[in-house]
């Protein structure tokens, strides 16, 4: 790697971040079925049909897990509750299996001196929440707002950050809209409810766990840049809704209590009844953004209904998901999110990381592009900071290989290696890289 810690702020953090349902093992501790057993039970849907039954089996081999991010000299781990382990009927009675699991990992952290980061959703909805209509039920911000209780009574006491929701355009665009993730709807009216009672959610979750003394709270917003694919008026339309309901509803609605023109257009008349008035919930104040960010899009016009547009391939450099890489594009969004956003509050790169096809030869294994990637990144961070943006740390996705959704187990995103089969670890070349730039 090309930096140390001297080149960053003396108090900028280091993270790796992963997610319950892709690493813990589904099947374990009495959690619930959730959506995404029945999407991946759907041929289809993902590759070769594989689920999170098993994953890495995290929730057995947490210890050794937590021995790899201290191992690396980082300072935050970031992970998430699961809501169908916590509760597997999505309202109720509690799993206590369940709760114990968070409660020892938080402990485990802090033993091994580092800071537990957690989010209360990474997509595990309840299948009985999803029978009733998952994120378009108007429900939803009272049993997340419960679920969010239940979870923070028990480890809100310990955790250094949280946030509600990861990335709420997966949540809601791509599973309802593209239908690419669970429930795999392609429906524009379930789209817009979710997006909108997602934030409001979000706001009531925040407003649960200030009820509880807690502290350090914040959103996780994905971020794809849009560029048009060509000189035309009718290209740079495209990028700019692309960028609209991609980018800017989520970030405008939380720090400005508003939605962009151009998103409202096509999504007005499918939103919920009042939902002009849920801005105050929606708008409960944070302590800190986290943005994630991969890849940019090259966006042009197209025949057919709003939004009338579609992605163009385009020339750069493809990681093992066919995303380009352009780390021009974060830098882009750590500014624009602390100039007209979020002004002044930290702002956490939450993930970053590159998908490649690594082999274990001889014990080791070279992934030379995700160390590149991660490097291009953090020169994009530096950059940022330079320019007076409050960046406060970054956070690597992922820890491990895992589950990547509709992918299985094909793509693989981890600083260390999971042998699908034996659940062997074995850190990569970038893990030792990271490792070494972070002892220094
Ligand atoms: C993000 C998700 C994460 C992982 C990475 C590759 O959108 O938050 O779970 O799938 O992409």
Redesign the pocket.
């Known amino acids: 790697m090309n930096f140390t810690r001297a080149d960053f702020p003396e108090d900028f953090l280091f993270g790796v971040?992963t997610?319950a349902y892709?690493i813990e093992g589904q099947s374990f501790g009495g959690a619930g079925p959730c959506h995404w057993d029945s999407f991946a039970a759907t041929p289809g849907n993902v590759v070769r049909a594989e689920n999170g039954a098993r994953a890495c089996d995290h929730y057995h081999r947490w210890e050794e897990d937590l021995d790899l991010v201290a191992g690396a000299h980082l300072d935050v781990y970031r992970f998430s509750t699961n809501w169908s382990r916590v509760m597997p009927e999505g309202r109720g009675t509690p799993n206590a299996e369940g709760l114990d699991f968070y409660d020892r990992l938080v402990d485990g952290l802090l033993a091994r001196g580092i800071k537990p980061a957690a989010t209360l959703y990474?997509?595990e909805l309840p299948q009985p929440l999803a029978d009733m209509g998952g994120w378009r039920n108007a429900d939803m911000p009272n049993w997340f707002a419960d679920f969010t209780e239940v979870v923070m009574r028990r480890i809100g006491d310990r955790v250094w950050s949280a946030a509600p929701i990861?990335?709420p355009w997966?949540v809601s665009w791509l599973s309802h809209f593209l239908g690419h993730h669970a429930p795999g709807l392609r429906d524009i009216r379930a789209t817009a409810r979710a997006m909108h009672l997602l934030l409001v959610s979000h706001g009531r979750s925040i407003q649960a766990m200030r009820a509880l003394g807690m502290k350090n709270l914040g959103c996780v917003f994905?971020m794809e840049y849009s560029e048009p694919a060509d000189a035309s008026d009718a290209a740079r339309k495209a990028a700019h809704l692309y960028d609209g309901y991609y980018n800017r509803f989520f970030l405008s609605g939380v720090f400005r209590g508003e939605y962009p023109e151009e998103v409202l257009e096509g999504l007005g008349p499918h939103l919920p009844t009042g939902w002009q008035d849920d801005f105050d919930t929606i708008r409960a104040p944070l302590d800190w953004c986290g943005i994630?960010y991969?890849t940019r899009k090259l966006m042009a016009p197209d025949a057919g209904p709003w939004p009338a547009h579609k992605e163009v391939e385009g020339p750069l450099p493809k990681t093992a998901?066919g995303w380009e890489i352009y780390p021009e594009g974060l830098e882009f969004f750590l500014r624009r999110t602390h100039e007209e956003y979020t002004s002044g509050l930290p702002i956490y790169v939450t993930?970053n990381?590159l998908?490649a096809p690594d082999v274990v030869t001889d014990g080791v294994v070279e992934d030379p592009h995700r160390i590149a990637y991660l490097d291009s990144h953090l020169g994009a961070v530096r950059r940022a900071i330079a320019a007076g943006v409050p960046v406060a740390g970054y956070i690597a996705?992922?820890l491990m290989d895992n589950f990547?959704?509709s992918y299985g187990y094909e793509?693989r995103?981890g600083l260390v290696h999971v042998d699908f089969d034996s659940l062997k670890r074995t850190p990569k070349a970038s893990y030792h890289a990271l490792s070494a730039a972070l002892s220094r």
């Open positions: 971040a997610s892709q990474h997509w990861n990335e997966c994905n994630n991969y998901m993930e990381g998908a996705w992922s990547e959704w793509k995103f």
